[in-house]
């Protein structure tokens, strides 16, 4: 098949169900790219322990990274719109990602990591908001929540293997160059490096499984023109996305969090190694959680649902908070285990209904003719609340406490929670 295919309405004429071909396609596609940069997700924290960088490095890397992918999503958007041709650009993304992490794969100082980070986010930034629009396209509007709940398990399901594969290899990659005398950068680098095979396969898996019906192209739309047209109570509902986006960080920095945390107890690698394992559990929380979360909300109405899932949010930061902030509760190695255990479980939980509702809500706010760069703006939101996120708690972390970054981040949450809670009845949602 022509990765372009046919330019119309973006709407597929023949949808009758959430269970089709493109939407099958997509979930298969994401899963893979999630099994390939979910894994870099768990590398990257040890990978520059291992070149003696500190949380703030992280967090700027993190920060950056979201930053460039939160301007790419908004052009992206609005390129789409324009020349009315969304496959393509897709494919472009996931490849990007594939060359991100390659560069990864070959470097030795924290230049180059940011580097890769950057060129895999831009790819990140291009696909999604183009991916969400052609599933949109594809599915009946009634069935939106299960559809985009099924495609974030598909998505988090490679997002469980993914850390599960890296947690146990690099145990094994590090006795392997230790052995040969090589430099224990080296390990992370050949686990960074295994991670271009299923980003590979993402490529050829869009390429080939997903069709677009394209969007009617509009050449004379002017970016300036095709935001301020984005309607009333969508730029209000991204306020409150906005709110709740700057309290939520880069997952790595809750890696991080849960490698300090179980290394009182226990040495460097079986600390990484646990928390990469919780990062799994979380994982495997999201992807369990994404279908019946989109089915429920389908019934029950997005809005109240989301409310609750920023509400689970904040909880789950201020758990972190009462985890560092009180010595009884890492006196004992099994219950310092059982409360990260609870952390990374009600932060799949949210992860669950954030990513599943939030481009359901779109979707129902944004009219057809700038329906891509309303994904796009809304990406870049998100994108930008990681970037003020990640560097604003990597450097309160490191210069404060960690449990003043975290109780930063829980009000954030909270803060985005109200604003959604008090929108007037049906503004993110008709129901």
């Given at each position: 098949?022509?990765?372009s295919?046919?330019?119309?309405d973006?709407i597929?004429?023949?949808?009758?169900?959430?269970?089709?071909?493109?939407?099958?396609?997509?979930?298969?596609t994401?899963?893979?790219a999630?099994l390939?940069?979910?894994?870099?997700n768990?590398?990257?924290?040890g990978?520059l322990?291992?070149?003696?960088?500190?949380?703030s490095?992280?967090?700027?890397?993190?920060?950056?990274a979201?930053g460039?992918?939160?301007f790419t999503?908004?052009?992206?958007?609005?390129?789409?719109d324009?020349?009315?041709h969304r496959k393509?650009?897709?494919?472009?993304g996931?490849?990007?990602t594939?060359?991100?992490q390659?560069?990864?794969?070959?470097?030795?100082?924290?230049?180059?990591?940011?580097?890769?980070?950057?060129?895999g986010w831009?790819?990140?930034?291009?696909?999604?908001?183009?991916?969400?629009a052609?599933?949109?396209?594809a599915?009946?509007?009634?069935?939106r929540?299960r559809?985009f709940g099924f495609?974030?398990?598909a998505?988090?399901?490679?997002?469980?293997?993914?850390?599960?594969l890296?947690?146990?290899?690099?145990?094994?990659?590090?006795?392997?160059?230790a052995?040969?005398?090589?430099?224990?950068?080296?390990a992370?680098?050949?686990?960074?490096?295994?991670t271009?095979?299923?980003?590979?396969?993402?490529?050829l898996?869009?390429?080939?499984?997903?069709?677009?019906y394209?969007?009617?192209?509009?050449?004379?739309?002017?970016?300036?023109?095709?935001v301020a047209?984005?309607p009333?109570?969508?730029?209000?509902?991204?306020f409150?996305?906005?709110?709740?986006?700057m309290g939520?960080?880069?997952p790595?920095?809750?890696?991080?969090?849960?490698?300090?945390?179980?290394h009182?107890?226990?040495d460097?690698?079986?600390?990484?190694?646990?928390?990469g394992g919780?990062?799994?559990?979380r994982?495997i929380?999201?992807?369990t959680?994404?279908?019946?979360?989109?089915a429920?909300?389908?019934?029950?109405?997005?809005?109240?649902?989301l409310?609750?899932?920023?509400?689970?949010?904040?909880?789950?930061?201020f758990?972190l908070?009462?985890?560092f902030?009180?010595?009884?509760?890492s006196?004992?190695p099994?219950?310092?285990?059982a409360?990260?255990?609870a952390?990374?479980v009600?932060?799949?939980?949210y992860?669950?209904?954030?990513?599943?509702l939030?481009?359901?809500?779109?979707?129902?706010?944004?009219?057809p003719?700038?329906?891509t760069?309303?994904?796009?703006?809304?990406g870049?939101?998100n994108g930008?609340?990681d970037?003020?996120s990640?560097?604003?708690?990597?450097?309160?972390w490191?210069?404060?406490?960690?449990?003043?970054?975290?109780?930063?981040?829980?009000?954030?949450?909270?803060?985005?929670?109200?604003?959604?809670?008090r929108?007037?009845?049906?503004?993110?949602?008709q129901?």
């Amino acid at each position: 098949m022509d990765i372009s295919d046919q330019s119309g309405d973006g709407i597929d004429p023949s949808r009758k169900s959430w269970w089709n071909p493109t939407v099958i396609g997509a979930s298969i596609t994401s899963g893979l790219a999630d099994l390939s940069y979910e894994t870099a997700n768990v590398i990257l924290p040890g990978f520059l322990a291992a070149l003696g960088l500190s949380p703030s490095v992280l967090g700027t890397i993190e920060g950056i990274a979201d930053g460039i992918a939160s301007f790419t999503k908004i052009a992206a958007g609005y390129l789409t719109d324009r020349i009315g041709h969304r496959k393509p650009l897709v494919v472009l993304g996931y490849s990007l990602t594939v060359l991100g992490q390659a560069v990864m794969a070959v470097a030795t100082a924290w230049g180059m990591i940011l580097l890769g980070r950057a060129i895999g986010w831009m790819g990140r930034g291009i696909r999604g908001p183009l991916r969400d629009a052609i599933v949109s396209g594809a599915i009946p509007e009634d069935q939106r929540g299960r559809a985009f709940g099924f495609h974030r398990a598909a998505d988090t399901l490679g997002a469980v293997l993914g850390p599960a594969l890296g947690a146990a290899s690099l145990p094994l990659l590090v006795q392997y160059v230790a052995e040969r005398h090589w430099t224990p950068v080296a390990a992370f680098q050949i686990a960074m490096g295994l991670t271009v095979i299923p980003g590979v396969l993402a490529v050829l898996s869009f390429a080939f499984l997903v069709q677009d019906y394209g969007s009617r192209p509009n050449p004379k739309l002017r970016f300036h023109r095709a935001v301020a047209s984005l309607p009333r109570p969508f730029r209000q509902y991204l306020f409150a996305v906005a709110l709740f986006g700057m309290g939520d960080f880069a997952p790595t920095l809750l890696i991080l969090a849960a490698s300090q945390a179980l290394h009182r107890h226990f040495d460097l690698g079986t600390a990484a190694a646990l928390a990469g394992g919780l990062y799994v559990l979380r994982n495997i929380i999201q992807a369990t959680a994404s279908f019946p979360v989109g089915a429920w909300a389908d019934r029950i109405g997005y809005r109240s649902f989301l409310v609750s899932g920023y509400a689970v949010g904040a909880a789950t930061m201020f758990l972190l908070v009462l985890a560092f902030a009180l010595p009884a509760l890492s006196a004992v190695p099994a219950l310092t285990v059982a409360v990260m255990t609870a952390v990374f479980v009600l932060a799949g939980l949210y992860m669950a209904v954030q990513e599943a509702l939030e481009p359901v809500i779109t979707s129902t706010l944004v009219p057809p003719e700038v329906k891509t760069t309303g994904f796009g703006v809304l990406g870049a939101v998100n994108g930008l609340g990681d970037l003020g996120s990640s560097i604003l708690v990597g450097a309160i972390w490191t210069h404060l406490s960690p449990q003043a970054a975290f109780g930063a981040a829980g009000l954030l949450m909270l803060a985005g929670a109200a604003v959604l809670a008090r929108l007037e009845a049906g503004t993110p949602s008709q129901k």
